[in-house]
């Protein structure tokens, strides 16, 4: 079976192509292959409840990402958080994280970011903060987003408790040699396969090097489409011109990741397969 670690089911970008997505999931992914559809704000909880709902391959995330953080939101919305995951046993943390990119190096008008103030770094770690000890307290699944931010992140998993079940770190970009600290710390680290980009070398030789119990692997569709090579799986672009990643496309992340490791695809399936019940616990 094939477990996708990390996507956004219920981005509009995917809402016209739901019904092919979901149709075809099963046979592709296999009899119990899960994917954990992550929320970012609270206006976009309800969809991924209602994605987890109507499909039994669905597990469920609530977090505030850091792109979001300097959006409106809720005077409750931790409260909102809680109740959420007091209500939904299967449900786990996130996104969230650390993001110094949209405050260094995003464009103004990047359309990505959907004209939300960027927050700054100790706003997203005061969020941060309170959402990763909300996850330790139910010893829940977190999954966390860092983008050119690890040296802020990696204090604050110093300081504070992380789930006795561990952490995910979804798309890692760091270095093989911060990922040994991070493994101690409880770490997991999801492949993501537009890192077969023949630019991504570095990452590609990070994820070589990661212990084989702490990999899973995502698409973080409708984001990180892998290289045209390696895409197995297409969707029309929209009127943006922005074609989405498929989640079919994880095929690509065990393939590409096998062939990086010198493991056959069906030996990396079971153990992710292994590593994925683990963190996230069992299937419905």
């Keep these: 079976m094939l477990h996708d670690a990390h996507n ?9 192509h739901l019904d092919r997505v979901a149709s075809a999931w099963p046979d592709l992914a296999g009899v119990g292959g899960e994917m954990v559809v992550n929320g970012t704000h609270p206006d976009d909880w309800p969809r991924v409840a209602a994605l987890a709902v109507a499909h039994a391959f669905v597990r469920p995330a609530y977090g505030l990402h850091p792109w979001d953080v300097g959006a409106s939101r809720p005077s409750d919305w931790l409260v909102q958080l809680a109740s959420r995951l007091d209500a939904e046993p299967r449900a786990s943390v996130g996104e969230i994280g650390l993001d110094r990119w949209i405050l260094d190096s995003a464009a103004p008008d990047d359309p990505r970011l959907g004209g939300v103030r960027p927050a700054s770094m100790h706003e997203q770690a005061e969020v941060f903060g309170a959402q990763f000890a909300l996850a330790a307290a139910r ?3 977190v999954t966390v987003h860092c983008l050119q931010a690890f040296g802020e992140l990696l204090p604050l998993l110093r300081a504070q408790p992380a789930p006795a079940r561990g952490f995910l770190l979804h798309a890692y970009g760091g270095s ?3 990922a040994g600290e991070l493994v101690r710390l409880g770490a997991y680290f999801s492949f993501n396969p537009a890192f077969l980009d023949r630019r991504k070398a570095a990452r590609q030789e990070t994820f070589r090097a990661i212990p084989e119990d702490r990999l899973l692997c995502e698409t973080d569709a409708p984001a990180m489409p892998p290289p045209p090579v390696w ?3 297409k969707l029309p672009p929209g009127p943006d011109g922005f074609a989405p990643n498929h989640p079919g496309n994880i095929e690509a992340a065990y393939a590409g990741l096998a062939a990086l490791r010198g493991v056959t695809e069906a030996a990396l399936t079971g153990r992710i397969a292994e590593n994925f019940i683990r963190f996230f616990g069992p299937p419905r």
């Design 8 to 16: 956004h089911l219920q981005d509009e970008a995917l809402a016209s």
């Design 139 to 141: 010893n829940r699944p």
């Design 176 to 178: 093989a040699e911060m």
């Design 231 to 233: 895409r197995t799986h």
